[in-house]
Protein backbone atom coordinates (compact mmCIF):
# COMPACT_ATOMS: atom_id res chain seq x y z
CA UNK A 1 0.00 0.00 0.00
CA UNK A 2 2.11 3.61 -1.26
CA UNK A 3 3.37 4.87 1.54
CA UNK A 4 2.64 2.46 4.21
CA UNK A 5 4.77 -0.39 5.60
CA UNK A 6 1.75 -2.76 4.78
CA UNK A 7 0.91 -5.26 1.84
CA UNK A 8 -2.97 -5.74 1.15
CA UNK A 9 -4.67 -8.26 -1.30
CA UNK A 10 -8.14 -8.68 -2.55
CA UNK A 11 -9.58 -12.69 -1.62
CA UNK A 12 -13.19 -13.84 -3.09
CA UNK A 13 -13.04 -17.35 -1.85
CA UNK A 14 -15.28 -19.29 -3.76
CA UNK A 15 -18.33 -20.52 -2.81
CA UNK A 16 -16.75 -24.40 -2.52
CA UNK A 17 -14.22 -23.60 -0.45
CA UNK A 18 -17.81 -22.96 2.42
CA UNK A 19 -18.05 -25.40 5.19
CA UNK A 20 -21.05 -26.80 6.21
CA UNK A 21 -22.17 -23.86 8.10
CA UNK A 22 -21.40 -21.32 5.02
CA UNK A 23 -18.43 -20.02 6.37
CA UNK A 24 -14.79 -20.28 5.36
CA UNK A 25 -13.34 -23.44 7.55
CA UNK A 26 -10.67 -22.96 10.26
CA UNK A 27 -7.58 -24.02 8.21
CA UNK A 28 -8.08 -22.06 5.16
CA UNK A 29 -8.18 -18.97 7.70
CA UNK A 30 -5.00 -19.84 8.87
CA UNK A 31 -3.89 -20.30 5.21
CA UNK A 32 -5.43 -16.54 4.84
CA UNK A 33 -3.35 -15.29 7.47
CA UNK A 34 -0.20 -17.05 6.68
CA UNK A 35 0.40 -16.63 2.96
CA UNK A 36 0.78 -12.76 3.12
CA UNK A 37 3.26 -12.66 5.71
CA UNK A 38 5.50 -13.75 3.61
CA UNK A 39 4.74 -11.11 0.88
CA UNK A 40 5.60 -8.81 3.75
CA UNK A 41 8.84 -9.89 3.87
CA UNK A 42 9.47 -9.71 0.21
CA UNK A 43 8.22 -6.62 -0.12
CA UNK A 44 8.74 -4.54 2.84
CA UNK A 45 11.89 -5.56 3.55
CA UNK A 46 13.55 -7.29 0.42
CA UNK A 47 13.94 -10.84 1.81
CA UNK A 48 14.78 -13.44 -0.67
CA UNK A 49 11.52 -15.67 -1.40
CA UNK A 50 11.55 -19.48 -0.20
CA UNK A 51 11.11 -18.18 3.70
CA UNK A 52 9.15 -20.93 5.19
CA UNK A 53 6.57 -20.61 8.23
CA UNK A 54 8.69 -21.68 11.46
CA UNK A 55 5.41 -20.60 14.02
CA UNK A 56 1.92 -19.39 13.75
CA UNK A 57 -0.38 -17.67 16.11
CA UNK A 58 -3.69 -16.93 15.22
CA UNK A 59 -6.93 -15.85 16.11
CA UNK A 60 -10.22 -16.06 15.05
CA UNK A 61 -12.39 -13.24 16.03
CA UNK A 62 -15.70 -13.75 13.49
CA UNK A 63 -16.29 -16.57 11.08
CA UNK A 64 -15.39 -15.78 7.96
CA UNK A 65 -17.95 -14.97 5.07
CA UNK A 66 -17.40 -17.02 1.85
CA UNK A 67 -18.44 -15.28 -1.76
CA UNK A 68 -20.43 -11.80 -1.49
CA UNK A 69 -17.81 -8.89 -1.54
CA UNK A 70 -15.19 -10.81 -0.51
CA UNK A 71 -11.71 -10.36 1.71
CA UNK A 72 -8.72 -8.42 2.23
CA UNK A 73 -5.43 -10.12 3.83
CA UNK A 74 -2.97 -7.39 5.14
CA UNK A 75 0.85 -8.22 6.34
CA UNK A 76 3.09 -6.08 8.09
CA UNK A 77 6.37 -6.72 9.48
CA UNK A 78 7.05 -6.79 13.57
CA UNK A 79 10.30 -7.27 13.19
CA UNK A 80 13.79 -9.80 12.02
CA UNK A 81 17.08 -10.22 12.43
CA UNK A 82 19.54 -12.86 10.25
CA UNK A 83 17.56 -14.66 8.66
CA UNK A 84 14.41 -14.75 11.08
CA UNK A 85 11.39 -12.36 10.45
CA UNK A 86 8.28 -11.88 12.03
CA UNK A 87 5.21 -10.56 10.13
CA UNK A 88 1.56 -9.50 11.67
CA UNK A 89 -1.40 -10.38 9.47
CA UNK A 90 -4.66 -9.66 9.69
CA UNK A 91 -7.94 -10.86 7.65
CA UNK A 92 -11.24 -8.43 7.05
CA UNK A 93 -14.35 -8.48 4.96
CA UNK A 94 -14.32 -6.13 2.24
CA UNK A 95 -16.67 -3.06 4.44
CA UNK A 96 -13.35 -3.92 7.09
CA UNK A 97 -14.69 -6.05 9.56
CA UNK A 98 -11.85 -7.50 11.36
CA UNK A 99 -12.00 -11.62 10.88
CA UNK A 100 -8.97 -12.89 12.30
CA UNK A 101 -5.68 -12.26 13.43
CA UNK A 102 -2.14 -13.87 13.50
CA UNK A 103 1.81 -13.07 14.53
CA UNK A 104 4.04 -15.52 12.33
CA UNK A 105 7.75 -16.17 12.79
CA UNK A 106 9.68 -16.61 9.27
CA UNK A 107 12.97 -18.18 8.14
CA UNK A 108 14.89 -17.83 5.51
CA UNK A 109 16.63 -21.52 4.02
CA UNK A 110 20.60 -21.56 4.78
CA UNK A 111 22.71 -20.68 1.21
CA UNK A 112 23.52 -23.31 0.24
CA UNK A 113 27.28 -23.93 -0.02
Known amino acids: MPGRDLVAAAWTPGDELAG ?62 GRKYTAGTALTTADGDLCAVAEALWIEPRPRT
Open 20 to 81: PDGMLPPELVWGALDCPGNAAGRLLAHRPAGAVTAALTARLLRPVPVGGAGLISYAWLLGGE
